[in-house]
C-alpha cells in the first residue's frame, strides 16, 4: 500500500513539474507610439494644405489677380503635389522624409501663389 503511494507521489510530482515548465511567459508590453509620428498613408495636414492652396487660386482668378496662364501654370504645379502624395501613398506608408518632400513642394508652392497674385499682372476685365 505504501508503495501505491509513493509512485502516486512521484507521478503526481512528475506531471506538475511539466507543467511548470510550459507556462507561457507573459506577452511583452507593447511599446508606447509616440503621438506626435504619423502612420500609414493618413495626411490630414497635408490634404488641408492644398485644399487651402486650391481655394487660393480660385480667388484669385474670380478677383482678377490671377491671369488664366498664372492659374492654369499654378493648378498644374498643385497636380504634381498630388501626384507626389499619390506616389508616397503607393506603398501603405508614407514616411516622414516623404511627408517633408510634400510639405516642401507646398510651401513652394504656396509661395508661388502669393508671388503671381501680388504682381501687378491682372486677368483683362470682361467688358459687360
Known amino acids: 500500500m ?3 503511494h509513493v509512485i502516486a507521489a512521484a ?15 507573459p506577452a511583452p508590453t507593447p511599446v508606447p507610439v509616440d503621438p506626435g509620428v504619423q502612420r500609414g498613408t493618413n495626411t490630414p495636414l497635408i490634404d488641408k494644405h492644398e485644399a487651402s492652396q ?3 487660386i480660385k480667388e484669385g482668378k474670380q478677383s482678377g489677380e ?10 498644374g504645379e498643385q497636380k504634381a503635389v498630388d ?4 506616389k508616397a501613398a503607393a506603398d501603405g506608408t508614407v514616411t516622414a522624409q ?10 513652394k508652392a ?10 501687378g499682372a491682372s486677368a483683362p476685365s470682361s467688358g459687360k
Not at 11 to 25: G, N, P
Not at 83 to 86: G, I, P
Request: net charge positive; charged share 35%; glycine share 2%.
Open 54 to 56: 486650391e481655394q487660393r
Open 83 to 86: 501626384r507626389a502624395q499619390t
Open 98 to 107: 516623404e511627408r517633408q518632400h510634400i510639405r516642401k513642394a507646398q510651401n
Open 11 to 25: 507521478a503526481f510530482a512528475a506531471v506538475s513539474a511539466t507543467s511548470f515548465a510550459q507556462t507561457a511567459t
Open 66 to 75: 490671377l491671369t488664366r496662364h498664372e492659374a492654369r501654370r499654378l493648378k
Open 2 to 4: 505504501k508503495l501505491r
Open 110 to 119: 504656396g509661395k508661388d501663389i502669393y508671388r503671381q497674385k501680388h504682381d
